[in-house]
């Protein structure tokens, strides 16, 4: 049996077949550019029925389309919030995958992508065979799919797991409305703007950064100069892993989870710091729950969100019942 998985980003779609070990088959990624609402949509169908025309040629029987969404998906509902898709605030996209596949019987799941991580983790990754586990996920955003007894925890409308929220300083202020006080600063968009606040300030008369145009600066700038030793990039990062560890700490209090994994964009370069947060997670958490629980890496990398597609499928097409992993 083989499944198509569908890891849908901000910026391009990737698809692939997979087959029931978890074998990754005929890997596709295709470019969303300038398109939105439904011409995304449209792309993710093209994407999906090239696949199935391989399976065809490859004689690879596919029962099943698991797709992994940025942002949340509404399971009452069917409908997708993805705030970098222009036009996704409540979009049908299940209802169009089902007219679009309804002639094929095919089993069509989707899932939000950090519930989708931690099950591609728990299924093949760092995090393999847990049934308590979290995987919070730093890229452009900051998120956490949570494992609670085998099962994704969703909340009473699907958003459990929104931890760029964390309210980790004081006081509010204004600007954490749109992504949260701990997405503001940890996430990679927030490495980049901490640089710049820090460079407008003219605290850092020395850093490398200064040579950059300060629109322009991004986390990446700040892991390589942080490599140089550069002061500006040591402050922005050393708080970082304060943040990291601050929000792991709370997860950890809060779930007792047996690992915690980090992945996304900035882990990544962040790995490095993994030992300091678990140091930082040790002070605030509760203390033994924190000596129970595992600190690591997705060793999935790029493919955590297509291999938790497709993990989600492959347990629909079990559960016939059709009650969410």
Same mark, same amino acid.
């Given at each position: 049996?083989?499944?198509?998985?569908?890891?849908?980003?901000?910026?391009?779609?990737?698809? &692939?077949?997979?087959?029931?070990?978890?074998?990754?088959?005929?890997?596709?990624?295709?470019?969303?550019?300038?398109?939105?609402?439904?011409?995304?949509?449209?792309?993710?169908?093209?994407?999906?029925?090239?696949?199935?025309?391989?399976?065809?040629?490859?004689?690879?029987?596919?029962?099943?389309?698991?797709?992994?969404? $940025?942002?949340?998906?509404?399971?009452?509902?069917?409908?997708? @919030?993805?705030? /970098?898709?222009?036009?996704?605030? *409540?979009?049908?996209?299940?209802?169009?995958l089902a007219s679009a596949f309804e002639s094929t019987g095919l089993?069509?799941?989707?899932?939000?992508?950090?519930?989708?991580?931690?099950? =591609?983790?728990? @299924?093949?990754?760092?995090?393999?065979?847990?049934? *308590?586990?979290?995987?919070?996920?730093?890229?452009? =955003?900051?998120?956490?799919?949570?494992?609670? +007894?085998?099962?994704?925890l969703r909340g009473h409308r699907d958003i459990s797991g929104a931890?760029? @929220?964390?309210?980790?300083?004081?006081?509010?202020? +204004?600007?954490?409305? #749109?992504?949260?006080?701990?997405?503001?600063?940890?996430?990679?968009?927030?490495?980049?703007?901490?640089?710049?606040?820090?460079? #407008?300030? *003219?605290?850092?008369?020395? #850093?490398?950064?200064?040579?950059?145009?300060?629109?322009?600066?991004?986390?990446? /700038?700040?892991?390589?100069?942080?490599? +140089?030793?550069? $002061?500006?990039?040591?402050?922005?990062? *050393?708080?970082?892993?304060?943040? @990291? =560890?601050?929000?792991?700490?709370?997860?950890? !209090?809060?779930? /007792? $989870?047996?690992?915690?994994?980090?992945?996304?964009?900035?882990?990544?370069?962040? &790995?490095?710091?993994?030992?300091?947060?678990?140091?930082? &997670?040790?002070?605030?958490?509760?203390?033994i729950s924190i000596e129970q629980v595992s600190f690591e890496v997705?060793?999935?990398?790029?493919?955590?969100?297509?291999?938790?597609?497709?993990?989600?499928?492959?347990?629909?097409?079990?559960?016939? #019942?059709? !009650? !969410?992993?």
């Open positions: 049996m083989a499944v198509i998985a569908v890891d849908l980003g901000g910026t391009k779609i990737a698809t &692939a077949l997979l087959d029931e070990e978890g074998n990754i088959h005929h890997k596709d990624v295709a470019l969303i550019e300038s398109r939105r609402e439904s011409d995304v949509g449209i792309l993710i169908i093209e994407q999906i029925q090239a696949q199935l025309t391989t399976g065809v040629k490859s004689k690879i029987p596919v029962k099943g389309i698991g797709v992994s969404v $940025p942002g949340i998906f509404y399971v009452q509902s069917g409908r997708v @919030w993805a705030p /970098n898709i222009p036009g996704w605030d *409540n979009y049908p996209l299940l209802d169009e089993r069509i799941t989707l899932d939000s992508d950090r519930a989708c991580y931690i099950l =591609g983790e728990t @299924w093949l990754g760092a995090a393999k065979g847990c049934r *308590n586990a979290i995987f919070i996920a730093v890229g452009t =955003g900051i998120g956490a799919g949570i494992m609670v +007894e085998g099962q994704i931890i760029g @929220w964390l309210a980790l300083d004081r006081p509010f202020q +204004e600007r954490y409305i #749109s992504c949260g006080c701990f997405e503001y600063y940890a996430s990679g968009e927030g490495i980049a703007r901490m640089a710049r606040r820090l460079l #407008s300030d *003219n605290t850092f008369v020395s #850093s490398s950064l200064q040579k950059l145009v300060p629109e322009s600066i991004t986390a990446h /700038n700040v892991f390589e100069t942080y490599a +140089e030793s550069d $002061p500006l990039a040591i402050q922005v990062l *050393n708080e970082c892993v304060e943040l @990291w =560890g601050m929000a792991a700490a709370n997860l950890v !209090s809060l779930f /007792n $989870p047996e690992k915690i994994i980090f992945g996304g964009g900035i882990f990544g370069p962040a &790995a490095q710091f993994l030992d300091r947060i678990r140091e930082e &997670a040790r002070l605030w958490a509760q203390p997705s060793t999935l990398g790029i493919d955590a969100g297509l291999l938790g597609a497709g993990s989600l499928v492959m347990r629909s097409l079990k559960n016939p #019942s059709g !009650s !969410s992993p």
